[in-house]
């Protein structure tokens, strides 16, 4: 890359999509594309707290995928006189490959008899951050979704990499002996 990081194209509140074509920054494309970018960034941020080098691979793997996912989302949809443009696509094979290390990682830690509290060890904190902003990744793109089509692939990917966080975070925490904080309704 050359040149300034700063193009002053977005001062008045619209953003370019790839493959062409302008929309506002508030739209459901953007924000559902800037969340994925977000969760990278958490990831990102995670994976720099986590201590086991198993977990920090897996999320390095993801952060991969998440670049499709947001390569693909900020494509912008054809048009009568443009093609969409070709854009990586998320391997076919990644769901179950994440269904997979959930249930290597479930079958080490004991079971659940409640609902877990985020936090423990600072890895897993994170983790358990990474995963909310997941699931707002997952809402922003459902929200686009009822607007414009949306691969198949990307709504069924951050609804099972919630749930390898939330099972990574555990994980990180178990296999240095610190327990998972479990919620314990008031009584009434």
Known sequence: ??????????????????GGGRVSKSDLRVEAYGTVDELNAALGWATSQ?????????????QEDLFVIGADLA???????????????????????????????????????AFVLPGGLKGAAALHMARTVCRRAER????????????DRVIPYLNRLSDLLFTLARLENYRVGVR???WSSPEE
């Open 75 to 113: 494509t912008s949809p054809p048009t009568g006189k443009r093609p969409r443009p070709k854009v990586p696509v998320l391997n076919v094979s990644r769901i179950g490959e994440i269904e997979s290390w959930i249930d290597k990682a479930d079958g080490e830690l004991p079971g659940l008899n």
């Open 50 to 62: 986590v201590d086991e080098q198993e977990i920090k691979d897996r999320l390095e793997t993801v």
């Open 140 to 151: 922003a793109v459902v929200r686009l979704g009822t607007r414009e089509d949306v691969s």
């Open 180 to 182: 998972d904080r479990e």
């Open 1 to 18: 890359m050359s040149g300034k990081i700063y193009t002053r194209r977005g001062d008045g509140g619209d953003t370019g999509l790839f």
